[in-house]
């Protein structure tokens, strides 16, 4: 693969932050008399506002909105046994020191993406593309337009990678060519992505005369 940019995931990709979110989210489920697998099956991927949405359907916008802000504080301070991902933090530095443009494309706010961001000690990215920024979360392909515009280039000129369902079928969406890393084999178009992984450290990366070429580690 040849790219001139990365654009990728927070949650699940860059970070490992499944233990934070499900405490965050099964304590949210059982506090409203709901299943918490039927939760955890939903959420990942997603805007939290999305998933509150569902499960809160008919509840008014202010409820929903209260709902929403509560669970944001718990997110955003809850770091325990926030870490990097494998091969991340690597990664990045490697893109950093050839001048490759990347960013983070991430269905988190502000204050839960920032938080886990520094909490995983990785560089900063030339550009933070979170919630709030986007009418349309993942899987729509608004997050991973913006996060090419951003960075100057266009969607087919960037590499996707992600870890989530939502996110993937968001960067196909998009036009990016897409990296799936440690996704779910149930995935939908799965087989369109252009490289399945099961982690950041198998990627390497080494300047080309377009860009980058994107190389496996053997």
């Excluded at 860059?14 to 959420?43: C, G, M, T, Y």
């Excluded at 944001?72 to 950093?96: F, H, I």
Aim: hydrophobic share 45%.
């Amino acid at each position: 693969m040849e790219c001139k940019g990365f654009l990728f995931d927070l949650d699940g990709t860059l970070v490992d932050s499944l233990p934070a979110v499900e405490r965050a989210w099964v304590n949210w489920a059982k506090d409203h008399a709901i299943a918490p697998q039927e939760v955890l099956d939903f959420i990942h991927g997603k805007q939290a506002i999305t998933s509150l949405r569902h499960f809160l359907r008919g509840q008014s916008e202010e409820t929903i909105q209260r709902e929403f802000i509560a669970l944001e504080n718990t997110e955003a301070s809850d770091t325990r046994g926030v870490v990097a991902m494998p091969g991340a933090k690597a990664l990045l530095e490697k893109l950093e020191a050839l001048g490759i443009p990347w960013a983070i494309v991430t269905s988190g706010t502000i204050p839960i993406a920032s938080a886990r961001h520094r909490h995983g000690e990785l560089p900063a990215p030339r550009e933070f593309i979170t919630a709030e920024q986007v009418a349309n979360g993942k899987p729509h392909p608004d997050a991973y337009l913006l996060g090419a515009q951003r960075l100057g280039l266009r969607p087919e000129e960037c590499v996707v990678v992600e870890d989530a369902p939502a996110g993937i079928l968001s960067g196909l969406a998009a036009g990016c060519q897409v990296i799936a890393v440690n996704a779910p084999a149930d995935t939908p178009k799965l087989d369109k992505v252009n490289l399945i992984l099961d982690s950041l450290a198998q990627i390497d990366i080494e300047r080309s005369p377009g860009g980058v070429k994107v190389c496996l580690r053997r």
